[in-house]
C-alpha cells in the first residue's frame, strides 16, 4: 500500500523502542518497528517523542491581549472582573478574531491541537465575541479543534438578558454552556439556571466555582446536587476552585471521591490562581492552586489549563500548556516519574478526556500527531520540552524544527 505519510522513528507510549507511524486518508494505518512501505511524505523524526497534541480544556480567548485598555492597580478578582468588564464594552467582532488569533497560533505553535473558550454573552459584549470566535474556529481547524462555552461571567439572577442571550448563543452554535455563581447574588439559582439550559439544548455544562481561599464558603455543593439530580455526570467540569488549597488533605480526598462520584471532572489554571490569590498575605502567601493530583488520585477526571493571556486575570503567558505543566509541578512540589506523567496527561488524554473527546495515537483514530524533543512524558514535563511540529488529520499543519547551533569552523 501507497501511505500518504511515514512518521519514522518516533518514542510513543507502550513502546520500548522507536516506531514508524504510517498515515491514510487522515487515519492511522499501522504502528510498529520498521514499517516496510512507501508514501508520498516521508520524515526521520530521529527519537522524538510522539503523541496526540496537548489539550487546552479552559481559555478566554475573547479578552485575550487587553493589557493596554486595562488599569492594574490592586491585582485582584474583583479588580480584573470589573476592568474586563469596562473593556469588553468597546470589543468589536475585528478586535477580538486579532486577539484570538493571536492567541490561537501561538497555541497551535506549542502543540495544542484541542481547545475549550470561553466566551463571554451579556448586554455589555453582545454577540460580537461569539462571532469573531466561531470564524477563528472555522479559520484554524486546519490545525486545532475549538469548541465554544457561552458564557455569563457577571451572573444571571440579576441580570435575565444574559439568560436569553445565552440561550440564543447555544441555538446558534455554541457548544456547551457555563457559569460563574460567585459573581450572582444568588449563586445556587445561578447554577440551576444553567443546568436549565443544558438539559433543553443537551450540551456539557462547565462552572467557574470557589475562586477564594475560604474553605469554609463554596457553591460546590448546589454544583453536586444539580449534576446528581439531572443525571448529568460525565458532562460537568469545574474550574479554579482555588479554596481545595487551604483545606486539609483528608478533607480534599473527601471531595475527590464526592467528585469522582458525581462525575464532575475539575481544572487548575496555576498561572491566574497564583497570580490572584493570597494578595492579602505579606509573608509565607498562599500558593492558591488546588491539589488536582490528589483530586486525580481519588478518581477525579483532572486537566491543567491556560485561562486568560495577557489581561487583568493574568498579565502574561503564551499559551504554551506544557510551560503551565512544569509550573503545577513546581508549584505543589512534584518529583517522581510517575508524577510527571501523570502531569502530562492533564495536559493531554486526561483533558482530553474532559472534553469527551479522543487522544492517543492508536490504528484507526485520527491522525493528529504531534513531536517533542525528549524521550518521554516526564521529561517533557522536567524540561519544559520544545516542541517540534505536528500534523492534523495527517496533513502537516505547523513546524518550529530542531534547534541548530552553528559554532565557528575552528571548533567543528
Not at 19 to 32: E, Q
Amino acid at each position: 500500500m501507497l501511505f500518504d505519510l511515514v512518521i519514522r522513528n518516533a518514542r510513543t507510549d507502550g513502546a520500548e523502542t522507536p516506531v514508524d507511524i504510517a498515515v491514510k486518508d487522515g487515519l492511522i494505518a499501522a504502528i510498529g518497528p520498521g514499517l516496510r512501505c512507501e508514501a508520498v511524505e516521508e520524515t526521520d523524526v530521529a527519537g522524538a517523542y510522539a503523541f496526540g497534541g496537548f489539550v487546552d480544556s479552559h481559555v478566554h480567548l475573547d479578552k485575550a491581549c487587553i493589557l493596554d485598555r486595562c488599569a492594574m492597580c490592586e491585582g485582584t478578582l474583583a479588580e480584573a472582573v470589573r476592568e474586563t468588564a469596562k473593556a469588553k464594552t468597546g470589543f468589536t467582532a475585528e478586535d477580538v478574531h486579532a486577539r484570538a488569533a493571536r492567541v490561537v497560533e501561538k497555541a497551535i505553535s506549542h502543540g495544542t491541537t484541542r481547545m475549550r473558550s470561553f466566551v463571554e454573552i451579556d448586554p455589555r459584549a453582545g454577540f460580537r465575541s461569539f462571532e469573531a470566535l466561531k470564524r477563528v474556529k472555522a479559520d484554524y481547524a486546519f490545525a486545532i479543534d475549538i469548541e465554544l462555552c457561552a458564557f455569563a461571567q457577571e451572573g444571571l439572577t440579576q441580570e435575565p438578558e444574559t439568560l436569553a442571550m445565552l440561550d440564543r448563543a447555544l441555538a446558534e452554535g455554541a457548544d456547551l454552556v457555563g457559569g460563574c455563581p460567585y459573581t450572582d447574588p444568588d449563586p445556587a439559582r445561578h447554577v440551576a439556571l444553567i443546568f436549565d439550559l443544558a438539559e433543553k439544548h443537551d450540551v456539557a455544562v462547565d462552572f467557574h466555582l470557589d475562586f477564594d481561599l475560604d474553605p469554609n464558603r463554596t457553591n460546590l455543593p448546589a454544583v453536586i446536587d444539580e449534576t446528581e439530580r439531572r443525571g448529568w455526570g460525565g458532562r460537568v467540569s469545574i474550574g479554579h476552585v482555588t479554596n481545595l488549597s487551604a483545606m486539609p488533605a483528608d478533607a480534599v480526598d473527601a471531595i475527590g471521591h464526592r467528585l469522582a462520584a458525581a462525575g464532575i471532572a475539575l481544572t487548575v489554571l496555576p498561572a491566574t490562581d497564583l497570580f490572584l490569590n493570597g494578595r492579602g498575605a505579606e509573608t509565607l502567601v498562599p500558593r492558591g492552586v488546588a491539589p488536582a493530583h490528589r483530586l486525580a488520585a481519588a478518581g477525579v477526571v483532572t486537566s491543567i489549563a491556560t485561562n486568560n493571556v495577557l489581561n487583568p486575570f493574568t498579565p502574561y503567558g503564551d499559551a504554551s500548556l506544557i510551560r503551565m505543566a512544569n509550573l503545577y509541578a513546581n508549584v505543589v512540589q512534584l518529583s517522581r516519574d510517575d508524577d510527571m506523567r501523570l502531569v502530562f496527561s492533564m495536559v493531554s488524554t486526561a483533558a482530553a478526556h474532559l472534553l469527551r473527546a479522543p487522544s492517543g495515537l492508536a490504528v484507526g483514530t485520527e491522525a493528529t500527531v504531534v513531536l517533542l524533543d525528549c524521550p518521554d512524558p516526564a521529561a517533557a514535563v522536567r524540561e519544559v520540552a520544545r516542541v517540534i511540529g505536528g500534523w492534523k488529520r495527517g496533513r502537516r499543519s505547523f513546524w518550529n524544527g530542531r534547534m541548530s547551533l552553528f559554532p565557528p569552523r575552528s571548533q567543528a
